[in-house]
């Protein structure tokens, strides 16, 4: 491939989006495990609201595809469901 003035410039949009979309990729991981690793039901309901609406909010700038955001968002709705 060519060097040029296009090239370059797909190159510089290229790598700062992958920077934002590592940031929100990232930021969901890190709600999903926080989510995954309560033991008990206290303060699940708002911690999972926080988690979901990241999901809601990466899914809606198109980093994750929608299937993607509704199997996690489900993954996790099951497991606070699931604690006593």
Known sequence: MSI???V???IRQARKAQASNKH????MKTAIKKTMALTTKENS???LKDT???IDKVAG????HKNKAARQKSRVTSYINSLS
């Open 45 to 47: 309901e708002s911690i």
């Open 4 to 6: 040029n003035k296009s």
């Open 24 to 27: 929100y990729k990232s930021m």
């Open 61 to 64: 700038k198109g980093i994750i």
């Open 52 to 54: 979901i609406s990241i």
């Open 8 to 10: 370059m410039k797909r």
